[in-house]
């Protein structure tokens, strides 16, 4: 998939996982219990990421407004910790280096490249988003795997640029992907080539256009 998006001429920035603990083990095979998720980019037209953002808007990943809330008050870390890493003869010489506290960011920990739903609870803070509900997806939604709301919104707030943005999804089917980004409040486009599921896509967003639909990225109770 990443070799066609080259082949295209995209630029691969990422490959984030997807955690999914709950799905059944086949015959001779390893308990599936990741997707991969390839994140491309179109290259930037200017000289730089920032110049490209100062002109289009677009170009970097949302991080600030995204950042995981820490559960309890802000931690402190010690700093130059890479530069305390050592081996062998090094270990001496990291022993004298200066370090001192440092709090971290109050916003929250800075999202990671693992998402998905952990069996430990003390784990939910870091990562997040089960596989799609019977009410998440819809009574009448015959699309064989959709994907759950929760992750397309924790996708579409990192890389779709803050304020009047639309997401595009040129594979709609049910609609996932457009109801996390009219639940995240951006404008949407959804191609797809099978009539019913653009039925039942179409069906979906007319339903999430009129509802108030709060995210739910956060919520880390039973």
Known sequence: MATYMEDGGFIIRDMLTWIVTTKMAKANKLKPAHEPIAVAQKPISER??????ERWGTGTVC?????????????TYVSGGHQRRAFGGEVEKSKRQTTHKVNADPNGR???NVVGLFDLYEHQKYFFAPRVSRKDRGE???HPTPKPVSLMEW???????????CVLDPYCGSGS?????????FDFHGLELSEDYCKIAEHRLTVAEHAELPTNLFDYGP
């Open 48 to 53: 730089t990421i920032r110049e490209n953002i």
């Open 63 to 75: 991080i600030e407004g995204n950042r995981i809330p820490w559960n309890t008050k802000t931690p």
């Open 110 to 112: 800075y999202p990671s």
């Open 140 to 142: 009448d939604n015959s």
């Open 155 to 165: 996708l579409v707030r990192i890389y779709t640029p803050e304020g009047k943005s």
């Open 177 to 185: 992907t457009g109801v996390a980004a009219l639940s995240c409040g």
